[in-house]
């Protein structure tokens, strides 16, 4: 499996910004994606993910009502979409996709992508 993320930049607080991770590689029926984020001197932290299967979809309490996920079937792609953006936001964000039971546990995810920075100026 390969995930190949894409779409960090520079925003404005308040401003938005979209990801993208591109998968290839299996079929995803029973798989979940996510994004973790790592900021610097911080621990990798779950912020989103969504179950292929059903399109169940679960945010960290800090990004709710701000972060949407999506998955778009043909093209194997999740898309997880960055609204008021807030300064504590900016890190580097991987996708990640696994047979998972636990959503939010990044042991969990067998395959991740690249990074893709995201830096929120406030």
């Known amino acids: 499996v390969q995930l190949q993320a894409s779409g960090g930049g520079l925003a404005q607080a308040g401003g938005s910004l979209r990801l993208s991770c591109a998968a290839s590689g299996r079929t995803f029926g029973n798989y979940a994606m996510g994004w973790f984020r790592k900021a610097p001197g911080k621990e990798r932290e779950f912020v989103s993910a969504?179950?292929?299967?059903?399109?169940?979809?679960f945010h960290a309490d800090s990004v709710k009502g701000r972060f949407t996920i999506s998955r778009d079937n043909a093209k194997i792609t999740v898309y997880l979409q960055m609204s008021s953006l807030k300064a504590e936001d900016t890190a580097v964000y991987y996708c990640?996709?696994?047979?998972?039971?636990?959503?939010?546990?990044?042991?969990?995810?067998?395959?991740w992508g690249q990074g893709t920075q995201v830096t929120v100026s406030s």
């Open positions: 990640a996709a696994g047979s998972v039971k636990n959503i939010w546990d990044k042991r969990e995810y067998d395959y």
């Open positions: 969504i179950r292929w299967s059903g399109g169940s979809t």
